[in-house]
């Protein structure tokens, strides 16, 4: 498992890194954290001629709370997503995923950027930027642009950014005060790629009524998935008129691609999507009522 | 493992028929490949799939064992070996055409068998992207086909990225380039193409613990 | 031991002398030895479970700026001048196991061709240049299809079996007239050892003097020596293995394989040593693997509950290249099926069968599957017959008292209670406080489990080459002590066990004692660490060498301090006068002047400080048995096992380190674990491996496993100091309490689950199914 040779490029700023991407277009990869990229490489599933290291591009890291949204540098690692206390105030459902990624190790290295850019349908962060509508901020040569969450995960592994593209930041929203959030993943073991997972957000009005709801499904497709149908079902309904288990079933009614692989059927990865879901939805809608 | 694909295209038989054996027209709408040889019914060709970061480059040969144009049908033979690296795919392809009046319905069985690192692992995320893949191929046919003009509706060229699309020569799924091809290759190369990036990609039906 | 001296670390829980150069990272494993000029050394595999090898064209390769030669079968096969090993022996009708593929490939993984390079880097992109021509073929991956199948593996085989066995039929009249009958139709998957390091050697060609030096991960330093003397037609004498630190073996590294015998091969024919060691990837898909067994068993019972039949019909996967030899090892299964019960009639029938898979080698405990059918079907009686699995246990389990016993195959039990693990393994328990709690549980909706299994086991074999053991003990001019064994520490803490041992049977201070051990030019010859030998065997060793210099050290003692041989203790590394220990002289100044003023010893008296014996084992068989004891709860919507508590009530004899007892069963335990829920050698229909990696290949965690608690029982073996083998044991009684405990859980539902392993989604889908059969 030694990678075959590649150049190594350490670009100090955002706007080197571009340049090279363009200079090298399909010839270079960039380079995060390094966890699911290195061992690709080692495996040689992949290879690229170059490889464009942004970890140290101080401009990348930082998470910052501004106009009611968290800003968070692509190549900050998860573990300062997960450690961090605005983070955990402003938007939860980031903390709350964060222990699931892996193991801590990882999590010291990977970061949320590549994570989402590398868009596995089991991955956390990217569920839940699905889950709330997050915008991923891209730059290129043409500029900057944002790109919605629902529309950045276009397949397996795929982004929707273009080959020169690089994802610099993700901001995720902040929800109001009485909202109730929960993460809740099924896998073999701990610290193993989820089999099944929801991030599920909930907003209530003074009425206690859903007044938004988001559900991030993982694991499910061949991308990470809104449990659309549940979604919709829920809005302007009370809490108490919905059983969770009938949110769990709703959210993976309209699925229709769910993987059968060596942890199992379809059928079975649907049935562990609905009770991910379902519970999800019982804690987050008791912090709500709570809160 | 099995693979079953099926489209409609709003355009009758006879001229499908035509259309897919002609490779001038059918090749624009294929997601990439290159075509080395041609050789009677034979011919030589190269794949790139890409999957995410992955990807795996095939370079093979084909073969049509049947043509059948009253029937409409015909069978074909795909071998490609990896360029780099120890593996392996082989399709045989039949594609069926149904005569539906103004319309016809494709229907393709594909019998792949896939070997090597891209075979080699268990973590089956992945739904069914053959679907995916003929759909998009399907559209950009039927386009062609009710437009007239060959590689009409492509949109980009090796140089000129644009959102969602992707630059250079490789399959990237989901995603339609245009490239030159030669006469006749193109079903062959449906064939590798789709065989290699849904193998890859493993709609890994029969697959289960 | 004599009466001279007191036991004073055997017995106690000394730490590992292992541990400080481990635990810093400074251990000497194969991928740490660096030679001058080394070469690097990468195979070529088959990407094809199944096909014909039509043409290698390494050209490209070969081109290759530090690549230094692709070798395929044509030039290494040839070499071969003798390829059997002493496990197995010379006579026997050994399965094919050719260096490199010749002709065809047999399975995915299969090695054809062997590039040597500058590094691994360059090997590994030489590797991806040799161009095969492959023509692939039909290929049979399922075993439970393969007897008599088209698809044939081995020509010379052509219903691909290998051999088979029986016993005396089954006793039909019996069961079918029994008060009660048992069934199961049990499959287990293949799992396998997957040692923290892989497998791989340095070998050196010094051609000048003749010289073989081999830096291996290794079992069987000496073995190995031996078999690649006998591989390149060499004299032994010329052939040194080393082995320092070797991260695992479990069986996988006891004979050398294919890959090995290719490195020794090619070392003769480049310039400088050739070092192979093989990524996490090739061990999962061509290193040894194993436990692949689809079996019925039957059990007849009279109306109480007592058994009066077993019987085991089952059919073995030894895949394409086993180790030698499966026809006999298999046989195992068979007769230790009956086990620590009182079963007055067994029968058993097996066949071994190809594959187009890796190949089966020795897995800690190779005979589990014995174990694991009876305790399932044990169980399964128990709740057909309306009793409790441990009463119907306690009914049947032989006890103390009842030894010697020979089991209906005649195998000969002797210094257990099997009954005595059962009774301490419910008491740590607390069985009826459990199941109180278990139908509580019930009323709420939430299953848990209690899963029991109990198994006797050989341990310390002395047959052929395993029945003895040498050892060396050195007394340094320094008075320090070295005692020799052969080795293969592999993790199973040899070292610190043999110190202790030595420093007891010399009354020497254990800071005073070192070892050295695995590398054949300097320890005398044994068989390695395999069967749970090392313990009883080492043991016997160190007492007859050490019986010998303590008879030197007192003899000189006493002459240097003027009195009788019998007035002399030896303890602290001191000698003195028992009745007045201010007469006293050191071990330091016994070795100084033996080595530095001999003229100073009475005439005659030899100025020898050393010892060598070899040990032969008087019985043949140390036996040891333990009980397992699992609970569990089962999530009934994921299908999640959680283990709660595991016990295990054991009884290896006495203990020369608990520490060590308790960290092998542990860690056997810890496998079985793995076997029963996560670990899974899958191939599919194409006989492509699916779990490659440890993304697929699932091995237990720190947080799979709840903290294991130990009952300890000490009934002496028949050797030295009433030690028997522990190495194996917690493998083999794990997987079975685990599957026992799930179905425990699962028995309201109607559920029970005989198809290992027993992940998530198959509980699912028994518990759906069931559901649906009411």
Known sequence: MKAAAFAYHRPDAVEEAVDLLAEFGDDAKILAGGQSLVPMLAMRLTHFDNLVDISRIDELVGIDLCDGEIRIGAATPHAFVGMDDEVADSVPLLTLATPYIGHFQIRTRGTLGGAIAHADPAAEYAAVALALDAQMEAVSP??????????????????????????????????????????????????????????????????????????????????????????EAVIGRSVDEITADEIGQLAISALAEIPADLQGSATYRAGVGATMVARAWKSATAEASNA | MELNNEFRVAVPAAKTWEFLTDVERVAPCLPGATLLSVDGDEFTGAVKV???????????????????????????????????????????????????????????????????????FGRGVLA?????????????????????????????????????????????????????????????????????AIGFLLGRRNRQS | MTDTVATRYAGTRVPRIEDNRLLTGRGTFVDDVSRPGMLHACFVRSPFAHAKIKAIDAGAALALPGVHAVFTANDLNPDVKEAWHAVAGKDIPDTPRPPLAEGEVKFVGDPLALVVAESRYIAEDAVEMVDVDYEPLPAIADFTRAAGADVVVHEAYPDNVAGGLSGAPPDEETFSSAAHVAEAHVYQQIYAPVPMETRGMVVE??????????????????????????????????????????????????????????????????????????????????????????????????????????????????????????????????????????????????????????????????????????????????????????????????????????????????????????????????HEGFRREQREALEQGRYLGLGFSAYIEPTGAATGHLATEGATIRMEPTGKINVYVNGGSTGNSLETT?????????????????????????????????????????????????????????????????????????????????????????????????????????????????????????????????????????????????????????????????????????????????????????????????????????????????????????????GVGGYKGVGEGGAIGSTPAVINAINDALAPLGVTLTRLPASPAAIVELIEQARKDH
């Open chain 1, 142 to 231: 043409r500029g900057t642009r944002d790109i919605p969450a629902k529309e950045f995960f276009t397949g397996l592994w795929e982004n929707s950014m273009a080959t020169d593209e690089i994802l610099t930041a993700v901001r995720f929203p902040v929800w109001g005060a009485r909202s109730g959030f929960a993460v809740e993943e099924f896998a073999r073991r701990h610290g193993d790629f989820a089999i099944a997972g929801a991030a599920v957000a909930v907003e209530l009005d003074d009425d206690s009524r859903v007044s938004r709801c988001g559900i991030g499904l993982l694991g499910l497709g061949s991308t990470p998935l809104r449990g659309s149908p549940a979604e």
């Open chain 2, 50 to 120: 890409k999957v995410g970061p992955i990807t795996v480059s095939y370079k093979g040969e084909a073969a049509f064992q049947e043509k059948d144009a009253t029937a409409h049908r015909m069978v074909l033979r795909a071998n490609g070996k990896e360029t780099r690296g120890n593996g392996n795919a082989a399709a045989v392809v039949t594609a069926q055409l149904k005569d539906e009046g103004d319309a016809t319905s494709v229907v393709i069985t594909t019998d792949l068998t896939i070997s090597g690192k891209a075979a080699q």
């Open chain 2, 128 to 196: 069914d992207v053959a679907g995916n893949l003929i759909g998009q191929f399907a559209k950009a046919l039927e386009a062609d086909l009710l437009g007239g003009a060959p590689a009409a509706q492509t949109t980009s060229t090796a140089s000129e990225p644009t959102a969602g699309a992707a630059a250079g020569d490789s399959v990237d799924l989901l995603k339609v380039v245009a490239m030159p091809m030669a006469k006749r290759a193109a079903p062959a190369l449906v064939a590798l193409v789709a065989g290699a």
């Open chain 3, 205 to 430: 060609w010094e051609a000048s003097s003749e010289e073989l030096t081999v830096w291996a991960s290794t079992q069987t330093p000496h073995e190995l020596r031996a078999f690649a003397a006998r591989l390149l037609g060499i004299p032994a004498q010329g052939v040194r293995v080393i082995m320092r630190d070797t991260g695992g073996g479990f069986g996988q590294k006891v004979v050398p394989m294919r890959e090995d015998m290719c490195i020794l091969l090619a070392a003769r024919k480049v310039p400088f040593a050739l070092k192979w060691i093989e990524d996490r990837r090739e061990n999962l898909m061509s290193a040894g693997q194993a436990r692949h067994v689809d079996g019925k068993a039957r059990m007849a019972f009279d109306d109480e509950g007592n058994i009066l039949a077993a019987d085991i019909d089952f059919i073995y996967d030894i895949g394409a290249y086993p180790t030698p030899y499966p026809v006999l090892t298999t046989a195992a299964v068979g007769m230790f099926f009956p086990g620590p019960y009182r079963v007055p009639k067994a029968s058993f029938n097996y066949k071994t069968v190809f594959s187009n898979t890796a190949g089966l080698a020795a897995y800690r405990g190779p005979w589990q599957y014995e174990t694991l059918t009876r305790e399932i079907l044990l169980d399964i009686a128990a709740r057909k017959i309306g009793m409790d699995p441990v009463e119907l246990r306690r009914r049947n389990i032989l006890r103390g008292d009842e030894m010697p016993y020979f089991n209906p195959n005649g195998m000969p039990y002797d210094h257990v209670a099997p009954a005595d693990s059962l009774e301490q393994a419910v008491k740590i328990l607390d």
């Open chain 3, 498 to 718: 043999v110190v202790q041992l030595t420093a007891d049977a010399l009354g020497a201070n254990i800071d005073d004692v070192s070892t050295i051990q695995g590398d054949t030019a300097v320890t005398p010859y044994g068989a390695g660490t395999q069967g749970s030998r090392s313990g009883p065997m080492t043991a016997g060793a160190v007492n007859e060498a050490g019986t010998m210099l303590r008879k030197q050290i007192v003899a000189m003692a006493a002459a240097r301090l003027g009195v009788d041989e019998d007035a002399i203790e030896l303890g602290g590394s001191v000698a003195s006068v028992r009745e007045d220990p201010s007469k006293s002289v050191t071990f330091a100044d016994i070795a100084y002047r033996s080595y530095y003023e001999p003229q100073q010893l009475p005439p005659g008296m030899p100025p020898t400080l050393e010892a060598t014996a070899r040990f032969t084992s008087q019985a043949p068989i140390h036996w040891a048995n333990a009980t397992h004891a699992c609970t569990c709860e089962v999530d009934v919507t994921t299908g999640q096992v959680t283990l709660t508590r595991y016990i295990v009530s054991e009884d290896v004899g006495a203990m020369i380190n608990p520490n060590v007892v308790e960290g092998q069963i542990a860690g056997g335990t810890v496998q079985g674990i793995g076997g029963a829920l996560l670990e899974n050698m899958v191939y599919d229909d194409d006989g492509n491996p699916l779990a490659s990696t440890f993304v697929d290949y699932l091995l237990p965690t720190a947080t799979d496993v709840p903290p294991i608690e130990y009952g300890h029982i000490e009934i002496p073996g028949p």
